[in-house]
């Protein structure tokens, strides 16, 4: 009877699966009817030509979990199972298609990552093995839901001195990602249908997440200051994400008296300004201007900054430092939603943070940076005068460019250069509104600016004398 | 004028920060009124007793920042800022209470851990340092927001041999907790007031983050066989979280028959099922349960897993492996919300699942962990058989001890045992509604039963008979 139906492959080995398997399914489906008897084991093994322990053993699994029934020897039985016979209905209509390879085409002008061939691997490595060896037991616990406090300490003296925070240790949080951290403070802070203001242009991603939450997105459009909170009509903010030393994209820092407006505007209205610092590490023209942070004094701004423009997106830190009234809910919802990093991670980026490699790192990446900057600037004002408006920059990764001839579409343009190996953005995937055409370009990684501004002015000059003759 | 209010602390180093810095706040204060004119930095310089260049630094950092204006030479001026001066309101009222002591009293009956001291150092910072030392420039990018795709791969055939998962590898994500996971499917499946069934009793944080996530919870109570479905009244869930294989708390093995309910009544609903099989690597008697989703055929199952339990919990990787139905959606919200992984652990781990090292320790752990649970329920039954009944147990990491007295007060003990140094989880903790007094019981570092035991059966056999004199 069995020796029918089931298709041994005796080379892939593991039969007593095999058989398993094939009569659980048959079971299942409905082919092999409640209170059939099975055969006596040492006959059938004979017909299969396999070891009876075989027959035995996969048949005791079948027992175990309940698909047969009887004591052995008084005769095995098929098992009266409640549900109908079950059709296989989640085989994907057609091949899911995959992510795109995973090794994308940085090129000149890609934006959003640093260098990564710059990563620190030897020294990177050596603290990572040195905490993988010596961790002790109960570092390897479910430890505090914040994170590890010696890296929270380090990241403080990092961004007090850097870039001007005030703050104590407790107000620290780590966690992987810009996106985790402000996904975090949305569902602390949001209800659904509350107002947020956001850039505009701005972060898609702090877009998408706000969204997600239920909030109300108000754009609030940047001009050469930032953005203006006396311009905003309508319902007042719970919540107001901004990007105030660099703004993204279009580079552009908030003036003082902005900065002041909009703690004002916050606290009057009970919000919390998500202040994303994610590149200001990188100034090359004065001095950095100090964090909104610093100066808040009534508890409006959540500090967020993050590794991954530092050193690299793929080691996955990035923290908030939260006022005082909202850590006990934030570290709460912390812990309930577990986007926690890793302990060995935690403990080697705390040793490289305080052993000083951190800040020889910056120092060293703000040299190249800022020469890639400046000849990524001059290539493109110089090759692209005629097509492209390029804003002064003091510091960052990337640069904003914008199209003399508003009517151009941006997205062709990005998408002719892609094909052409140059990476580029186009401006209006920024905006929830009426875009301004233009690109952002990436220097991190800008080694040949020069040809790739040529090749930028080529599909910029084609691309406008088309919009201007349709 | 300025010397008499900048109070310098040269022991302290950074006189331009400290004149910034004191500044900047008398300004921000109102205290320097709009217009003010600064006084000469060559004559400030010598009244102070510092070096006129430092004074100059300062000054500029304020001009930079906006805080000042004028050219130097014809006048320094204060600006005029747009908001009122600030007062300092974010100062905790008293000192929020710190977490406590990161060092966890691990000791006998300890539950949710591991025993970490078996934690394989070695050869985890082994791969961990081979792995930071050899990874490309590309993989240290952002990567794919499901996660390492040799990872992905490496867990599938874990789990295909071990739990009877059927899957492919575009079918797994990578994420941080399994709190994180089940966050991430609660957001892609409910919609506020959505119908969520959860076990009654169950694991405390399904229970809390299915209702932040907007869940209408309906507790199922568990038998001898696991969650009835058939016990339902009112509107068909959306979701359903069990643990079928050792149900947590209870410990209970959900039947066959329970299973094809379960599974006809999910499919019949719309609803996914979340199976957290959190701890079913390790099996002590007979073979272990194939899992729920390897016997789903409507894509009705999204099985759950952590490296919590067979590793360590602050390794932080755990993983969900979803029905095909579910893919796009949840990868585009994982990649927004950005719970992900360092890659170095991901590729760390890949490598140590590859190289047989995760299934050495499995086995090595599951001898130990077997020997522990048999050792501490022969000493809980010997020592504590007037208070406390002990169900059957074939696997897992802890069990479930329930109260003979069922109006004893399980949290009154248990706070009483962590005290004389027995660590038990009061059952009351996991119920949603009226709860069934007991303990639950980890082995994992239960070295010392027979001693733990009795001090169970002093405390227990106390609060019994005062809640029978009560």
Redesign the interface.
Known sequence: MLDGWITLDRAAGDLEGQIYRAM?DEI?AGRLSPGLRLPATRALAQTMGIARSTLVKAF??LR????VEGVQGSGTRV?A????P???????PRP?P??PP???A?GAFES??PD??A?P??I???C??AR??S?R????????A?GL?ALREAILTHVMAARGVVATP?QVII??????AI?LLA?VTLR?GDTAWIEEPGYP?AQ??LR?CGAELVPMPCDAEGLNPRAATGPAPRLIYVTPSHQYPTGVTM???RR??L??AAASAGALILEDDYDSEFQYS??P??CLQG??????VAYLGTF?KTL??????AYAIL???L??EA?A?Q???????????QAALADFLQDGHFRAHIRRMSAVYGERMEVALAAVRHHCADTLIVPTQRGGLQFAALFRNGAADDVAVATALQAAGVAAKPLSAFYLGTPQPGLLLGIAMATDADAAATVIQRICARSTSAAAAG
């Open positions: 659980r299942l005791e699994r175990a979990e309940g698909y098992a199972l409640p549900a109908p079950l059709a296989l209905e989640d085989v994907p899911l995959l992510p995973s090794i994308p940085y959003g990552v990564l061939a990563f691997h030897a990177w490595a050596r990572l093995g993988a060896r961790l037991v109960h570092d390897l616990g479910y430890g505090a914040e406090s407790d966690l992987p990602s810009t996106g985790a996904d569902h659904p991603t998408q997440v997600r003036s003082l008296s002041l407006a703690l004002e004065g001095r201007i100090a100066i808040d004094r009534r508890g409006s991954s690299a997106p793929g080691i996955r830190v006022p005082h009234r850590l006990a570290r919802v812990k309930l939603r577990g986007a926690t990093v890793s302990i060995h991670v």
